[in-house]
């Protein structure tokens, strides 16, 4: 049983860091890529980034392209998103999610954490 489990989020002022973990579990994730994403309310989920667990490559959204940077533990088994900059738009639930690889559909998805940015 894979699960994922976010932690980190809170709120924050503007021009604040944070950074979220996504402890991965229930198999070897050598074959997945993991994303993060992010819904705020009323809005669609966004892709944020992603992490290619065996090579180490990474992709962004040009929405955080120079201030989230996305790593990977694997003694740890866990991912992380370090947010710079934080904006008040960053405000949303922030979901991490893997995907089998060649298969582009993500099909674990952990229960995401709040972060909010005040101005």
């Known amino acids: 049983q894979v699960q994922l489990v976010e932690s980190g989020g809170g709120l924050v002022q503007a021009g604040g860091s944070l950074r979220l973990s996504c402890a991965a579990s229930?198999?070897?994730?050598?074959?997945?890529?993991m994303g993060w994403f992010r819904q705020a309310p009323g809005k669609e989920r966004d892709f944020i980034g992603s992490?290619?667990?065996?090579?180490?490559?990474?992709s962004y959204a040009d929405s955080v392209m120079g201030r989230f940077t996305i790593s990977r533990d694997s003694a740890k088994n866990t991912v992380y998103l370090q947010m710079n900059s934080l904006k008040p738009e960053d405000t949303a639930r922030y979901y991490c999610?893997?995907?089998?690889?060649?298969?582009?559909?993500?099909?674990?998805w952990g229960q995401g954490t709040q972060v909010t940015v005040s101005s």
């Open positions: 999610a893997a995907r089998l690889l060649p298969r582009l559909k993500y099909d674990y």
């Open positions: 229930g198999r070897t994730f050598s074959g997945y890529v």
């Open positions: 992490i290619t667990w065996s090579n180490g490559r990474i």
